[in-house]
């Protein structure tokens, strides 16, 4: 903002007067950004968030309206005091559309930092909104894999077994590793986090 204020009068002040061109561009610049502060804490209080955008837009705009006001006001203060601006006259002085004009350059910067703000804080809802959707859906798999797990081990014990039971009568040693290996891997099996084997 300070930028764009210097850049656009900067065409318009005399030999001499660009230092203080730029200390008005400063003052100026910390006004509005005193101001765009209150109105981001004001319309967290507000909790605009989730509002349609038509209703956002037009507390926004009655915010802006409010805040540009301030923001003149304090500005026309300062220059009165420090004398910013040679050959100051109060704004009740100037022509109407020349009043308009300029309070309208103090309104505009704040609905667009309204947007702003909205655009990040709706940007922010909704990460944490996938981030919980995401837990959710995770939680979700885990107990899907959970119950899988307990309807799976029976079944699986039970084959194996009587695999183990058809073998013992072939090859006994063949039937002992058999059992032994099983031993390993339901032991293995109820250690692991569910889920890491399948079963």
């Not at 500005?75 to 050959?87: C, H, N, Q």
Request: net charge negative; aromatic share 10%.
């Amino acid at each position: 903002m300070w930028a764009l204020y210097f850049v656009l009068d900067f065409a318009r002040v005399e030999d001499g007067e660009a230092g203080m061109l730029f200390v008005r561009a400063g003052v100026w610049a910390a006004g509005g950004l005193s101001v765009a502060l209150l109105l981001s804490r004001l319309d967290a209080r507000l909790q605009t968030e989730g509002q349609p955008t038509f209703a956002w837009f037009a507390l926004a705009c009655a915010q802006a309206l409010v805040g540009g006001a301030l923001w003149l006001l304090a500005f026309t203060l300062v220059d009165f005091l420090v004398e910013l601006e040679p050959g100051f006259k109060w704004p009740t002085q100037w022509p109407l559309s020349s009043l308009l004009s300029e309070y309208m350059s103090y309104v505009f910067p704040l609905i667009a930092w309204l947007g702003v703000v909205r655009a990040v804080r709706e940007s922010g809802r909704a990460q944490h909104a996938r981030a919980r959707g995401l837990a959710a859906e995770r939680e979700a798999v885990q107990a899907k894999l959970g119950a899988l797990r307990q309807q799976l081990n029976p079944h699986f014990l039970f084959n194996a077994l009587n695999s183990a039971t058809e073998l013992t009568r072939r090859d006994p040693e063949a039937a002992e590793d058999m059992l032994v290996d099983l031993s390993v891997l339901l032991r293995e099996t109820l250690k692991a986090p569910i889920g890491e084997h399948g079963l």
